[in-house]
């Protein structure tokens, strides 16, 4: 499983949602239900007007997956993908892994 995040990465995850960055809203709850996963940085920001002309080559293999530039984005292992922090925090919490006893 990987997720994909922005330069800003899984920073600020535990603050409270207005405030909390989406790409660490998104480690925070895959961490918190148990999930392990590589992560991988996504380069060029929305709101980082310099990182646009490279944007599209940055994010190409974002966009190759899931049909769009944004992240946070998971991969899943069996190829699928959840985009989005409060898509990829509901899909934690519902798939968490099971611990034995």
Not at 12 to 24: Q, T
Not at 38 to 53: D, N, Q, V, Y
Not at 90 to 99: F, L, T, Y
């Amino acid at each position: 499983m990987v997720l994909y995040v922005c330069s800003s990465g899984t920073s600020f995850g535990g603050l409270p949602a207005p405030l909390a960055h989406p790409c660490g809203r998104a480690a925070k709850a895959l961490d918190v239900a148990g999930h392990s996963y590589e992560r991988k940085t996504a380069k060029g920001g929305s709101l980082k007007f310099w990182t646009l002309p490279n944007r599209a080559r940055d994010r190409a293999e974002v966009e190759r997956l899931s049909g769009q530039r944004a992240v946070p984005m998971l991969l899943l292992d069996d190829g699928d993908v959840v985009v989005g922090s409060g898509a990829i925090m509901r899909w934690a919490e519902a798939n968490a892994p099971v611990v034995g006893p």
